[in-house]
């Protein structure tokens, strides 16, 4: 039987590599993925198992979609014939596998897919989100998004919607879906401050999408900015976690332990973003991580202040459930829990009654108020939605440290 740790974490790392290369040639991400899923089944029951597994698993799918193809007598001119592929494979993945997912990122975010769409279905394709995740991340039900989703690989399959980067004078009217694809995986991805896990794994693989992007767009504020953001973002994961596996809260973290080179590029972005010319959202978002990164070390004051500000002009901007939950907590730094409850209290609860960060900080709200019982509850709701395994240890451990009042 095939080694199911190397092919397991080859599907993880190559899985958006592989199903980008097949959508590109045949012209259809649902073909692309079916003809992957079935090479990773046909992988699994495989006794020798290959030096390559990634350029391995493309083969195979590739002549499993041209065998699909022709079994339905379906004709594509770019579809190659299958006779030079076998499943022996010696060629190396980087000679074998075309890097297209930029390509396939932009066509899962062509102006011919309602705009509702292009994001459910560029998380779907380009990051494997399922349903579910999709759904918790846009607030919409899982049963909508995967009507969404079929309908958008239907369109992509039948509107003769090229798979590759477009001409420049086209990224304007698909950049908004891009970025907020990257955004939605990145923030998937930061949910769980594991080191060496799955999201940590996702957040690598949208780092490098981002800088691919900026590299296609030099000098866009909007791609710099994000690009800022994550970076920031990315490099204080070292310091996330205790020795005992619990999360440690953004404040609290030690600076110096933050990853240098990280933040030497952050900052290279940041250093194009002119927060003052072109105030945005993902501008004023780069400007409060570069303020949180701007600690030298753990005694340094904490940035509430200036944070709170830049919340109040983000909700200028666009008044968000988020950015406002977010503001709750730089409220109740700066002036106290009950301010901070009133406002909390103010939120869309149908919003946000799905993230467990609304639940933490309702809890911690509530636990100064002398409401011991419902912080009690509400940090029971947030352990229960909760995926990362830092992040829950921390919530029981404030929740237990309640029950000893």
């Not at 490098?208 to 973002?233: C, K, Y």
């Not at 993230?355 to 636990?367: N, T």
């Amino acid at each position: 039987m095939a080694n199911s740790v190397d092919l397991a974490e080859t599907v993880r790392a190559k899985r958006l590599r592989i199903v980008a290369a097949l959508s590109a040639r045949f012209g259809d991400v649902e073909l692309a993925e079916d003809a992957f899923a079935e090479a990773c089944v046909r992988a699994a029951a495989t006794r020798s198992p290959p030096q390559d597994w990634a350029a391995w698993l493309y083969a195979v799918a590739q002549r499993i979609a041209v065998d699909s193809l022709r079994h339905s007598r379906v004709v594509r001119a770019h579809a190659e014939p299958a006779a030079s592929f076998d499943e022996e494979v010696s060629v190396s993945e980087r000679s074998m596998i075309p890097d297209r997912r930029l390509a396939l990122f932009f066509a899962c975010c062509h102006p011919a897919i309602d705009i509702a769409s292009r994001v459910a279905l560029a998380l779907s394709t380009i990051c494997g989100f399922s349903a579910k995740q999709i759904s918790r991340a846009c607030l919409l039900s899982p049963a909508a998004v995967s009507q969404r989703l079929v309908r958008a690989k239907k369109k992509l399959a039948g509107s003769g919607i090229m798979f590759e980067i477009p001409d420049s004078r086209f990224f304007a009217e698909r950049l908004e879906a891009v970025l907020c694809t990257i955004e939605i995986a990145y923030s998937q991805a930061h949910a769980s401050s594991d080191p060496d896990g799955e999201q940590a794994l996702l957040a690598r693989q949208t780092l490098e999408l981002v800088d691919i992007l900026a590299t296609l767009m030099p000098g866009n504020a909007q791609v710099n900015a994000l690009a800022a953001a994550l970076w920031f973002s990315e490099a204080r994961r070292p310091a996330r976690r205790d020795a005992m596996g619990k999360m440690i809260p953004l404040e609290d973290q030690d600076p110096q332990l933050w990853d240098r080179s990280m933040l030497a590029r952050a900052r290279d972005y940041y250093g194009q973003v002119d927060t003052a010319q072109d105030a945005s959202l993902r501008t004023l978002q780069a400007d409060i991580q570069a303020l949180w990164c701007s600690r030298r070390r753990q005694s340094d004051p904490a940035p509430w202040n200036r944070v709170l500000a830049r919340y109040d002009r983000m909700i200028a901007i666009r008044d968000s459930a988020f950015i406002r939950l977010n503001r709750v907590v730089a409220i109740h730094k700066l002036q106290g829990a009950a301010a901070a409850l009133r406002e909390f209290e103010e939120l869309p609860c149908a919003a946000l009654e799905g993230s467990p960060a609304y639940h933490a900080v309702g809890a911690e709200l509530l636990s100064h108020t002398q409401s011991v019982r419902e912080a009690i509850q509400a940090y029971d709701t947030a352990i229960g939605l909760q995926e990362g395994s830092a992040e829950r240890a921390w919530l029981i451990a404030q929740r237990d440290a309640l029950t000893l009042r």
